[in-house]
């Protein structure tokens, strides 16, 4: 499990490999508020084969950490299960997805 953080021209782009839970909290956390709220975020999960309750609150603090209805979220690789989960859950309301 692991996050890593780089950038694609404007956006910050915070990568999640392994299992997306709370043993990933503080390296979450600390992977978006390094960044102004007004930064695009770019959240890829291509390498998340799981994640659970714990990663959807992660989700929702990084929503509002950018600024709630004005955050400029992408969550992107998603994989079927993933893909899933986000969508049972509303997330589609609040990120795009590609």
Do not use: W
């Not at 978006?32 to 989700?59: H, I, R």
């Amino acid at each position: 499990m692991s996050i890593t953080v780089t950038r694609e021209g404007n956006n910050a782009v915070i990568s999640i490999r392994g299992q997306f839970n709370f043993s990933l909290h503080r390296q979450f956390r600390d992977a978006y508020e390094k960044f102004p709220p007004t930064t695009p975020m770019v959240v890829d999960l291509a390498g998340v084969q799981y994640l659970d309750s714990s990663a959807l609150g992660m989700l929702l603090l990084l929503h509002e950490h950018c600024g709630g209805e004005k955050s400029n979220i992408t969550v992107r690789g998603c994989n079927p299960k993933v893909a899933q989960i986000l969508q049972v859950a509303n997330f589609k309301k609040l990120m795009k997805f590609l």
